[in-house]
């Protein structure tokens, strides 16, 4: 019977009309039937309690969504809802928005869209030059697709769960300013104004890290576009902060600016072919090292799960390019094992510095090294000990005592016993110890990071989490 329900579901994508399939409507099932009757009757006499026939619906509904019959998102809420049951209209609806061909889509929204020039001209231009499509954009490009407001709302959740799209805000007080930025389609090279704020000569008193990952031959298509829209997590809905281009991102963040770009890179000068590399690079510039390197490392993170994710077992390089001889702008510079960032919190550093071939002279080891576990821990133990709250540092104490990190007199010695500092009502922390408890994790293996980290995690600190990762 199983088998008979899942199939009455494929045989939806031939026989029905609808574009999706909604869950409310599935569970009831007036117009699904064995035949010839409806699933909850079905289920009823064999005597399945209500919540047993959702189950089997959700149960159903997942298999078919893992053998690839139906796109259904068991884990999102608004996604939930709505199945997609045919692949040709998701196909479709896309294929509305990333036409290649942009002055059809021009077309179509000069003739359909009924408002006034001005915030014409404003949508077509946000399309044309920055890739960026309105929600208005939106609705009438997918006009004759007749979809309705659940199913609207559930594309757009879809296309950024995919990472095709982010969701921009201007301002935020205009809730209706609702723009999503498909990377895809930008055609604009880079902005001559972002030469002020990224000159191509490194400016003084700053200092950039560089990563560089490059392809044999060529890099698949979308996995830029994929990166890019991936690095908006941290970015914020506000695109005064983000500037795109077709190649690139620039992006200012705390303490630091970051440029992405996607390139095709100069024959090597050592060799003979003229084959040229593709790559991807990060740069990440400022005045303060730490604020630089959390970044880089996160990026270079982003990337490798996408590459890993969708595209496993492709080859690259990646290397760290030398700070210094970017600062003296060397055009062949010194190029270190981009595998350095791969643990930076085990990574071993013989010296304080390290040689850079290409120009003679010995550079701080703090510039291509990524700084270790300890060093970030020290640096932001302030932070950590304002905002380590009294439960959470004491959850940690029997974490670390349970899996033999800390010693039991270490344990006695920290463990908070009155509440020494109240911020609010709900919020007690004790930075005295809590400071003392970090202190004595630098002093234990990298299994006391690893074990933080994880704690931080559970206890839904992820702000001081990313500090530390
Ligand atoms: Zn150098």
């Known amino acids: 019977m199983w088998v008979e329900a899942a199939s009455d579901i494929c045989r939806k994508r031939q026989d029905s009309s609808e574009n999706t399939l909604n869950l409310d409507t599935l569970k009831q099932a007036p117009d699904i039937q064995f035949k ?28 078919l969504a893992h053998r690839g019959d139906i796109i259904w998102f068991e884990t999102s809420p608004l996604l939930k809802q709505t199945i997609f049951h045919k692949q040709e209209i998701l196909a479709n609806l896309l294929k509305a928005i990333l036409n290649h061909d942009m002055d059809a889509t021009i077309k ?8 006034t020039a001005p915030k014409k001209c404003e949508i077509i231009e946000d399309l044309r030059v920055r890739g960026m499509v309105s929600e208005e954009a939106m609705l009438c490009l997918w006009q004759p697709f007749n979809l309705s407001t659940g199913e609207v709302d559930a594309m757009t959740e879809l296309m950024q769960k995919l ?5 921009v805000q201007e301002d935020e007080s205009l809730p209706s300013n609702t723009l999503f930025h498909f990377p895809w389609l930008l055609t604009e090279e880079r902005q001559p104004e972002l030469d002020t704020k990224w000159p191509s000569k490194v400016p003084p008193d700053t200092t950039q890290l560089t ?20 690095q908006h997590r941290y970015l914020g809905f506000y695109r005064t902060k983000r500037v795109d281009w077709k190649h690139g991102v620039y992006a200012e963040l705390h303490g630091c600016k970051m440029q992405l770009s996607h390139h095709q890179s100069q024959p090597h000068l050592n060799t003979a072919s003229n084959a040229t590399d593709w790559g991807i690079t990060i740069s990440v510039r400022g005045q303060n090292l730490p604020d630089l390197w959390r970044p880089l490392i996160r990026a270079h993170g982003d990337l490798m799960d996408i590459i890993k994710e969708d595209w496993p077992g492709l080859s690259y390089d990646k290397y760290l390019v030398c700070p210094h001889c970017v600062s003296k702008g060397l055009e062949d510079p010194t190029l270190f094992f981009g595998e350095m960032i791969d643990q930076p919190s085990t990574t071993a550093r013989r010296s304080a510095k390290v040689p850079c071939q290409k120009s003679g ?19 932001n133990q302030d ?31 920290v463990k908070p016993e009155l509440p020494q500092h109240q911020t609010s009502t709900t919020r007690v ?22 074990t933080l980290c994880q704690c931080l995690q559970e206890q839904g600190q992820t702000d001081l989490l990313e500090l530390i990762q």
């Not at 026939?53 to 298999?63: A, C, P, V």
């Not at 990472?163 to 969701?167: D, I, K, S």
């Not at 990563?211 to 991936?230: M, T, W």
């Not at 002279?361 to 640096?379: G, M, N, R």
């Open 108 to 115: 179509t929204l000069q003739d359909s869209l009924t408002i």
């Open 429 to 450: 922390v004790c930075p005295e110890k809590t400071a003392i408890f970090l202190d004595i994790l630098t002093r234990k293996p990298v299994r006391a990071h690893e």
């Open 211 to 230: 990563l560089q990952v490059l392809f044999p031959y060529r890099c698949p298509d979308g996995l830029y576009e994929k990166f890019s829209v991936r």
């Open 383 to 413: 932070i950590l000990a304002e905002n380590i709250t009294e439960p959470c540092l004491k959850h940690m104490l029997n974490v670390f005592l349970q899996e033999d990190i800390i010693t039991d007199h270490e344990y006695e010695w």
């Open 361 to 379: 002279e010995e550079i701080d080891a703090d510039l291509v090294f990524p700084p270790s576990w300890k060093t970030v821990l020290q640096q």
């Open 36 to 63: 010839p009757i409806s699933w909850r009757t079905f289920f009823k006499k064999w005597r399945y309690p209500d919540q047993e026939i959702d189950q089997t619906i959700y149960d159903i509904l997942s298999f």
């Open 163 to 167: 990472e095709l799209c982010y969701q």
